[in-house]
């Protein structure tokens, strides 16, 4: 069994980690999101998960891929983690539906 954990790998479980919060979150209002404190776990769970997998990309694959926004990946999951309890949600809100789209569609071109 081929269990290879290289920068393609990464790449793909920050897609699926991507894809599952632009899915769960459509539609819904920063009302809506706050409302729902099992999807807003997720949610930063999710974010926070996507900046530890960025993290083990190689800095040649970052450098050769500056379109993505790396420093600011690791900030949100900077907020999240050492200020959970007091996380703007409407900063989480603004990036879910206005930046993650966007990166998300980013990430695909890289893995294709």
């Given at each position: ?17 991507l894809a599952f919060i632009v899915e ?20 930063m769970f999710r974010l926070i998960q ?43 809100y603004n990036t879910v539906k206005n ?14």
């Amino acid at each position: 069994m081929d269990n290879k954990k290289d920068n393609s790998y990464y790449v793909n479980k920050i897609i699926t980690d991507l894809a599952f919060i632009v899915e769960n979150t459509k539609n819904l209002s920063v009302a809506q999101l706050q409302s729902n404190e099992i999807l807003v776990d997720s949610v930063m769970f999710r974010l926070i998960q996507v900046s530890e997998n960025a993290d083990k990309l190689t800095e040649t694959f970052k450098q050769y891929n500056k379109v993505i926004p790396w420093r600011a990946v690791k900030g949100m999951r900077n907020r999240i983690v050492h200020e959970y309890g007091n996380v703007d949600m409407s900063v989480v809100y603004n990036t879910v539906k206005n930046d993650i789209p966007q990166l998300l569609a980013e990430l695909k071109k890289i893995a294709e």
